[in-house]
């Protein structure tokens, strides 16, 4: 088992309220967490907020804001909308924070001790959303030459003079690294995409911006000297940080760096990023030339997901097909949002997804089969056994118990490798097996007849619901990264304590609860049946 694990989500543009196509990657990195926390491992769950750009600066000014008071409004919409959701980073980071100032500026130091940034003139395509383009990276439409991943945010030209970080430079040791770490960017298609950039040849990339008042400053000026001026501000003239390096650095800043070294010592490199596909270059190229240059470790992996689709379309505010992760909360509850989101959506490629689809996940998953699973073996024990936990049989002599293992294998082997839709659905396959046993054996008649005096029958009655009951306890727990609210009821319910904290930590190792019988023989009481997860029948909100 490791000794640690440190996991960190893209950064969110705060230029507006999330949708849940940008918290989807926020809710599945926050289940990984929960994952690790509740097997016993240190972990360290990092997410936050991108705050420079000019487009930022334009966003407000239209506003009547400060930059500062535009950001600080939109990350308060994100953090509510998390909280929401039950998302626990161990930090939410701001690149606003004075620390990752501090970071920022260090890397451009260390890069420029290096010899590898170095002063040049910047002309071509710039996005206000994304940054520099290279001629490869933008369409030529009807309407004009276009961003592909901004297609309704008009591009600038512009020719600026710059600072440049030689990402040419680094080349050959990228090539290396992905050849001696064939599971450094996942999935493996991803893989070769990025194999293939770097095959075409790598640019040098610009890493300041002339002019931008909202920004990080630039501590460097063309002469090498400090920018700082004897006031303790910044000069001007020197520029800030470009916003995509200043964004990357924030996973280093987030364990430490370069305030804390025995932190940073602790936590890096990261373990895993969690990254969309469209900023997969930046991640998996430049940040690990950037580290390199700043004599640090890279990352040790990176997941590159895909994107949520409306009939086709990529998900966002300016289509009109946005999905408010409140409202989304409202309608399905915590849990509910959680786990429709993350068995609905694949985690390795684009999903199409719809509201009729989340209510019929919901209602076909929660509601049908695990809610009443849970909800018919607590009524039956209570009934037919006076409220006496029964005891799961021995794994050889139960149906259900011969399963568990190899569903547990399953669903922990896709877990590890980022697919969470997979794992959920190997855990569904067991709570289908259970709902089918009682079908099959059918605990009502084998209690009428236990009643007449059948005394086998009354020894496989309590053999059968105990088999029930286990089963919906290792399915809460198995599940509980994912629905961490409704593990403890259920757990409740059947009688059993719930020992984790609210973010997964403090309890007892995880993959020791999950052995089959693990508790059989503690004797226990059942409490009242309490519905976990209501029927719905919710149109979408307007809007």
């Known amino acids: 088992m490791p000794d640690r694990f440190y996991l960190t989500t893209a950064i969110a543009y705060a230029n507006n309220k999330p949708g849940l196509h940008t918290l989807h990657e926020v809710i599945a990195a926050d289940a990984i967490a929960r994952w690790h926390r509740m097997r016993g491992i240190p972990t360290r769950f990092l997410t936050g907020t991108d705050e420079h750009s000019v487009n930022i600066a334009i966003r407000a000014a239209e506003e009547g804001v400060t930059s500062r008071q535009f950001v600080d409004d939109k990350v308060a919409l994100f953090r509510a909308a998390e909280d929401a ?82 990402l040419s430079a680094y080349q050959d040791r990228l090539e290396r690294w992905y050849a001696d770490h064939p599971d450094f960017v996942q999935p493996d298609y991803r893989r070769n995409e990025m194999l293939g950039f770097i095959r075409a040849g790598l640019e040098d990339f610009s890493i300041s911006r002339a002019g931008a008042g909202w920004g990080i400053p630039f501590p460097i000026r063309e002469d090498g000297s400090s920018a700082l001026l004897p006031d303790g501000s910044w000069d001007p003239q020197a520029g800030t940080i470009y916003v995509w390096w200043d964004a990357l650095i924030n996973y280093i800043t987030g364990a430490g760096f370069p305030d804390d070294p025995d932190l940073f010592a602790r936590w890096w490199p990261a373990d895993l990023h969690v990254i969309g596909k469209d900023i997969a270059r930046f991640h998996t190229l430049f940040w690990p030339a950037m580290l390199w240059s700043a004599g640090l470790e890279a990352p040790r992996r990176v997941w590159v997901h895909g994107w949520l689709l409306a009939q086709g379309e990529r998900m966002s505010k300016s289509r009109g097909n946005f999905l408010d992760p409140l409202d989304f909360v409202a309608a399905f509850g915590a849990d509910g949002a959680r786990y429709v989101a993350l068995r609905e959506v694949a985690f390795d490629r684009d999903s199409d997804v719809s509201w009729d689809a989340f209510i019929r996940r919901y209602n076909a998953d929660l509601a049908n089969d695990f809610g009443n699973l849970v909800n018919r073996t607590v009524t039956m024990a209570g009934r037919y056994l006076g409220g006496e936990r029964p005891a799961a049989r021995l794994a050889g002599d139960s149906p259900l118990g011969s399963a568990w293992d190899a569903v547990c294998d399953r669903c922990f082997d896709r877990l590890e490798g980022c697919l969470i839709n997979e794992a959920l659905e190997a855990l569904w396959e067991f709570v289908g097996a259970a709902n089918r046993l009682v079908e099959v054996e059918q605990p009502w008649a084998l209690a009428k007849a236990a009643k007449a005096g059948d005394d086998a029958a009354a020894a496989r009655l309590r053999g059968v619901l105990g088999d029930l009951v286990e089963a919906c306890r290792l399915v809460a727990l198995a599940a509980a990264p994912v629905m961490p609210g409704a593990a403890p009821r259920v757990l409740a319910q059947l009688g059993y304590a719930y020992g984790w904290g609210p973010d997964g930590n403090g309890g007892p190792a995880l993959l020791d609860e999950l052995a089959w019988g693990a508790h059989a023989a503690e004797p226990g009481t059942l409490a009242r049946p309490e519905p976990l997860f209501p029927r719905l029948e919710i149109e979408a909100p307007a809007g």
């Open 85 to 166: 959701l039950l998302i626990s980073p161990d930090r939410f980071i701001r690149t606003t924070d004075p620390d990752h100032l501090r970071s920022a500026q260090e890397m451009v130091r260390r890069a420029y001790a290096n010899g590898d940034i170095y002063v040049g003139r910047y002309e071509g395509w710039y996005c206000p959303n994304e940054g520099f383009r290279n001629p490869t990276d933008v369409l030529e439409t009807a309407a004009g030459t276009i961003c592909p991943n901004h297609p309704d945010v008009p591009l600038q030209w512009l020719t600026e003079r710059n600072w440049f970080f030689r």
